[in-house]
């Protein structure tokens, strides 16, 4: 299954590139969908988001094995989440358009002095946590007439902030950002024991080093499984051994816990299922 051209992933610039990781789009008006293909399915996840709903809503929904949804739903223009230990299973309850920027958290943190790791596993009403100016240029977002001028806004806003700081970060994937945080973290002022250099990079990013590796590894297993479909002698041992994993067995446990999933569970839904959109959008 393809996505759906109101289904779209915005890569950002390369000036951006160690800031915003993407932006989600997806809208679902005039597709009646069906009440399983209102579903969606998200992975855990390091990076911060923000989003906003132009049109319709979600449910969060209480699925063994996946995140627990608040005992009061959060309800605003714009909601911020911070990093997610567990994947996320939600509803939404008829047509949506939808608009979710994505953050690594040490990006965010510098340009705004909030702390991910206060934020792990939560959704909020953003005007909670936002800066003043953040929250202007949030609302401004949200009554933008289209996709397009919501990009727009979301550029201009975030370019001249990040370059001002003078800061870069490599590429588009988790390892090479993650290796750069513990780089980063080793030769940074002074003390640099073991658990300081834990407690250092948790700060930044709001999960420890070992949680990062992880999602690393995923990662290079999703697009290590996506250029091997179709290839003759295909086996989820070869990905395992290509990605870093220690055999098959543990490929197995990180993906069911990350996503909710087994290896080859995840990999037929996503083919097959609307619900797993997200996903398909980064193949």
């Not at 906003?52 to 996946?66: D, K, N, Q, V």
Request: a positive charge; glycine letters at 6%.
């Amino acid at each position: 299954m393809e996505a759906h051209p109101g289904t779209r992933l915005w890569l950002p610039p390369l000036a951006l590139a160690g800031c915003v990781r993407g932006v989600m789009l997806r809208d679902t008006r005039g597709r009646s969908l069906d009440a399983l293909q209102r579903e969606n399915y998200f992975p855990a996840t390091p990076l911060v988001s923000l989003f906003w709903w132009a049109e319709g809503g979600s449910e969060w929904l209480a699925t063994p094995g996946f995140s627990t949804p608040p005992a009061e739903p959060c309800h605003a223009p714009v909601l911020f989440a911070g990093p997610f230990t567990l994947p996320t299973h939600t509803r939404n309850p008829g047509e949506v358009s939808a608009f979710k920027l994505l953050m690594l958290p040490d990006a965010f943190a510098a340009l705004t002095d909030v702390a991910p790791d206060r934020h792990v596993n939560r959704v909020v009403d953003a005007r909670e946590v936002l800066p003043p100016d953040w929250c202007d240029w949030a609302a401004s977002l949200g009554a933008a007439a289209d996709d397009a001028t919501r990009l727009r806004l979301l550029e201009g806003f975030l370019l001249p902030r990040w370059q001002a700081l003078g800061a870069q970060r490599p590429g588009q994937r988790y390892a090479a950002w993650t290796e750069a945080l513990a780089v980063r973290a080793a030769t940074s002022a002074a003390g640099r024991s073991l658990r300081q250099l834990e407690r250092r990079i948790k700060a930044w990013a709001g999960l420890p080093l070992r949680e990062l590796r992880a999602v690393s590894r995923a990662e290079a297993a999703f697009y290590a499984v996506a250029a091997a479909e179709g290839r003759p002698g295909f086996n989820w041992a070869d990905i395992a051994a290509e990605t870093d994993y220690a055999d098959q067995s543990h490929l197995c446990r990180e993906t069911r816990r990350l996503t909710g999933f087994s290896p080859e569970e995840l990999r037929r839904r996503i083919r097959a299922e609307e619900a797993f959109w997200a996903y398909r959008l980064w193949r």
